[in-house]
């Protein structure tokens, strides 16, 4: 197969580096960074089951520690364990391939996948982009310096960002389920802290990149893509992305600025930094789950919380009520074109907000644009984006806290609505709760 064959894609086939037969694999692979921001006691627990093994914890920064004064010392420590994992042949060159990978959740799901590299050259996070691969939801630029700082001289990446493709016939990754059988297995184990079985495939035979490639390919012929979305396009978007933007956004920010620090030497192009391993996900994989992203303020006075509320809506008909029923998560409802309903919980009771008139489409979007005016008028609050419900409601019913419980939206609607509307609100969907998000395994080198 020719080199430049997936490249028109944006699609690279990287050489994969995996843990050596000696590691426990269930202490090498960690949940990703961005998860339970909130929750220390969860990456205590993580790093009491890693000891002093082999483990990704010890190559990532959990973003619960960011901020807290001694990140540099974190990044060097770092930057020192991936040499040590490459001098001492922790990770063995599993050369030019792509990993299938079959994740069995806690919560019983199977989500199927693919891990592979993505040209970032064909990536735009800004609003408004046309490139093959886009962001689904906005891009909080002040979050992308701290992590450039992480990324920008390390030596290894290893992925918690997943692509989506829309592959309703699913032409691209579910083939390869057909024939698992025939390839070589290179990890299967439990992962820790409730994450569930991971379980992975070489896959390196010319015949299957054909067939990968033959329905990547379908998927981007623009008649088609116009046809299967009632639009007259000319720009393409073959992959979304699902999980990971932020990382995704400072891989390329990143590289922006390899580009321009050697800018005048012509093998730039070739430099490793251009890529980023990621995992394909077909967003029609029926293990495939979508779930709302949850708020919760901290800082804040309820009933003071809720008289603004109630003034910023006035003219978009607000109401609130209390239930006496403590188990007002169990209410949620679903995104509808009607009124949005939106649930909360706090140490005085938890109810129900219901806008009537909401100028967002989304009540996710009705709700950050609260948030957000709000948390510029009140110093000391803060905002925290949570995946799974109970978090919310262990969280949002201390003294002190809020926390908003969000409807979900139906995942089939994703490409069509990032094509025409653009993005999404920030942090409007979340794939699956905190343990089902994915853990790093794989790893590729960057410099």
């Known amino acids: 197969m020719k080199k430049d064959a997936f490249s028109q ?3 690279v086939i990287p050489e994969i580096l995996l843990p050596n037969h000696r590691v426990d694999l269930q202490k090498w692979a960690v949940v990703a960074c961005d998860q339970f921001t909130s929750q220390l006691e969860y990456w205590e627990e993580a790093a009491q089951i890693v000891g002093a093994e082999p483990s990704t914890l010890k190559i990532i920064f959990p973003e619960v520690y960011l901020g807290k004064g001694n990140d540099q010392e974190r990044i060097n420590t770092i930057r020192q364990q991936m040499r040590e994992y490459l ?5 063995i060159n599993h050369g030019p391939c792509m990993i299938y990978v079959e994740r069995r959740t806690a919560y019983g799901n199977l989500r199927k996948g693919l891990v592979l590299a993505v040209d970032l050259e064909c990536y735009d996070y800004n609003r408004g982009s046309t490139t093959l691969i886009r962001a689904t939801e906005g891009t909080v630029l ?19 960002v997943m692509l989506l493709i829309d592959d309703p016939e699913c032409q691209v990754i579910e083939p390869i389920t057909a024939i698992k059988d025939t390839l070589e297995q290179v990890y299967d184990f439990d992962l820790m802290l409730n994450g569930g079985r991971l379980t992975g495939y070489k896959v390196d035979r010319t015949e299957i990149f054909e067939k990968i490639l033959a329905g990547l390919t379908d998927l981007a012929d623009l008649k088609r893509f116009n046809q299967k979305y009632n639009i007259n396009s000319d720009k393409l978007l073959l992959f979304a992305v699902g999980d990971g933007n932020h990382s995704l956004a400072t891989a390329k920010a990143v ?18 930094a251009r890529y980023a391993l990621v995992e394909v996900v077909n967003i029609h994989d029926s293990g495939l789950q979508f779930e709302p992203i949850h708020r919760v303020l901290f800082n804040i006075e309820v009933d003071s919380l809720f008289n603004a509320m109630k003034s910023y809506f006035s003219n978009n008909e607000f109401e609130l009520s209390f239930i ?5 998560v169990e209410l949620q409802v679903p995104e ?4 949005q309903v939106i649930n909360f919980v706090s140490n005085q009771g938890n109810g129900l907000i219901k806008i009537k008139k909401p100028v967002h489409n989304l009540a996710v979007g009705t709700l950050q644009a609260f948030i957000d005016d709000y948390i510029a008028r009140h110093q000391g609050v803060e905002v925290d984006y949570i995946h799974g419900t109970n978090a919310v409601v262990d969280l949002g019913c201390r003294p002190g806290n809020i926390g908003f419980l969000l409807p979900s939206m139906d995942k089939s609607d994703l490409f069509k609505t990032v094509i025409i509307d653009g993005v999404l609100p920030r942090k409007t969907f979340s794939m699956g709760e905190a343990e089902e998000k994915r853990y790093y395994m794989e790893c590729r080198q960057i410099s």
């Not at 979050?143 to 990446?157: F, N, S």
């Not at 006496?324 to 007002?328: I, K």
Request: glycine letters at 6%; a negative charge.
């Open 324 to 328: 006496n029923d403590s188990q007002a």
């Open 87 to 91: 001098q001492n042949e922790v990770l």
């Open 336 to 339: 509808s074109s009607g009124p």
């Open 9 to 11: 894609l944006g699609v």
């Open 255 to 272: 590289w922006e600025k390899v580009k321009q620090e050697n800018a005048n030497d012509a093998a730039i192009m070739d430099h490793p």
């Open 142 to 160: 002040e979050r992308i310096p701290p992590r450039v700082k992480i990324r920008d001289g390390a030596i290894l990446e290893s992925p918690h």
